[in-house]
């Protein structure tokens, strides 16, 4: 028996209502274990709300920023990757950490390997890479990173690119502002961007 059959039948011996959280992340655990899961998800805390945060065994590949629906998140998990999405935090404890010091003003680079397949296009992914290497408290413009991403006439495309970034805050397209400095749009809203760059001091608070 393994360790994860032996916590099932342990917890199915239990009370039920109490019990019921471990029961089910034994049974997560176990379809860890046996390889069933593709995806595996996990919430991160924020001064900003609950967000989401996906990996694969390739690495991070998707960030829900606070106040995103949940299903909606999974759902393009599972349309974009597979269906196997599993919630199991422990597999994110190391992304979990880095955000919880990012949030908390301790972090200002993630060492994250990352999965780009949900980025559609290469000049998306070449905007993304180039973006993920702003460095914190720093901004650019959208026609800046469409230079660094090799077609500095595609700013309109790179900013397509970063409004679909999968991943933000870990690769902080909140740092890409318009011409002028003027803060643009953003996944979360322009009150959030306008905090994650506070945070960083790129702008005055």
Not at 71 to 78: I, S
Not at 197 to 205: D, K
Request: with cysteine.
């Amino acid at each position: 028996m393994t360790r994860a059959d032996a916590d099932i039948a342990r917890v199915l011996g239990g009370d039920a209502d109490t019990d019921a959280g471990r029961a089910a992340d034994a049974l997560a655990a176990r379809a860890d274990s046996e390889g069933l899961a593709d995806v595996v998800f996990g919430r991160y805390e924020s001064p900003l709300g609950t967000g989401l945060v996906a990996a694969t065994d390739r690495g991070i590949v998707s960030v829900a920023l606070p106040g995103r629906e949940e299903t909606e998140f999974l759902d393009g998990l599972a349309a974009g990757l597979s269906p196997r999405v599993l919630e199991l935090p422990s597999r994110l404890d190391e992304a979990r950490r880095e955000l919880d010091e990012y949030f908390e003003g301790r972090r200002d680079a993630f060492d994250l390997e990352l999965d780009w397949r949900l980025v559609r296009t290469g000049f998306m992914r070449s905007v993304l890479r180039a973006t993920a290497q702003l460095p914190y408290g720093a901004t650019a413009s959208y026609g800046e990173v469409a230079r660094s991403a090799g077609n500095p006439r595609a700013y309109r495309a790179a900013g397509t690119a970063l409004g679909e970034n999968p991943i933000p805050i870990i690769v902080p397209c909140h740092r890409v502002l318009r011409a002028g400095g003027v803060l643009g749009n953003y996944g979360g809203g322009p009150e959030m961007k306008r905090w994650l760059l506070e945070l960083e001091g790129a702008i005055e608070a």
